[in-house]
């Protein structure tokens, strides 16, 4: 079964929903040299709208507008979720991230996971750089919240960085993790980077979503059979279309509407470990900010 913290920690932690981020307004200058970044996908860097957010996705594991989040996997499976979210200032320089929720797959496989996050970060404002710590953990479950499976728990921290080019907008975010997991096999340490460039091709209505990801992973268990420690690379990259801006401002709701193709390459001193993989994943996603 894969991992909880790979479904619905991503979803909580890694790509809250868009509304579900609050802070200091766009100035005037910021508006007037394109320096904004109200469409990046990077925590903290979204459009402002609201502090709360209740979100209905349905979606492949990885959700399109931000699908190389770290922990995520490539898969075609159909997966239901509902989180809610919400973001609170302390003071001027930081807020905070809570979310809670829960995924069920309903196809390719019986599986469910419960899950709760938080993320403390400063205020990047309408662009500049970002620091953030992070922790989720998960509980999976077999079929419909049966068996206990695992349970996993996530610790992030690192720093991002956006800013608009004009019409472009850009981001990057090095982020050291720490997986841990009531399955030895599972737990790891990884640092990850990864790149993002947002840009419109009509008008804000559709953008082009470009997202590269590298990982380096280092698994603590040896294998008693190998008696070795497994080491990864995995590598990444993220083509879409984000069409939710086209439906306009008369549907608030609709979070979330894109299609993309995914491409991934796993490179392990384990030949069972090694990946190659090119998906495509389209992803709806309907919230409510308050």
Known sequence: ?????????????????????????????????????????????????????????????????????????TSNALDLSLVLATVQPLGDAFEIELDAGATRTIDNGSAASLAAAAELRTRPGASGFSAFMGYSVARDYTGFFDAAEATGQTITTGVRFGRGLGPVEVGFELAP???????????????????ELIAPVIADDVLLILEISGERRWYRDRDPVLLARRKDWRFASYLGLDLAGAFGAETPWLHDLAVGVEWLEVSSNFDNAKASDFALLPAVSIGIGF
Do not use: C, K
């Not at 909880?4 to 910021?30: D, K």
């Not at 904004?36 to 959700?63: C, F, K, M, Q, W």
């Open 177 to 195: 993790r720490w997986s841990l997991s009531s399955i030895d096999a599972d737990e790891h340490f990884a640092v990850n980077m990864l790149g």
């Open 1 to 73: 079964m894969r991992s909880g913290i790979a479904s619905l920690a991503v979803l909580a932690l890694a790509v809250p929903p868009a509304w579900a981020q609050w802070g200091t307004a766009e100035t005037a200058e910021e508006a007037a040299d394109g320096t904004d970044t109200e469409h990046l996908h990077l925590p903290g860097y979204e459009e402002r709208n609201a502090r709360s957010s209740l979100t209905l996705e349905i979606a492949p594991e990885i959700v399109s507008h931000g699908p190389l989040r770290p922990g995520t996997q």
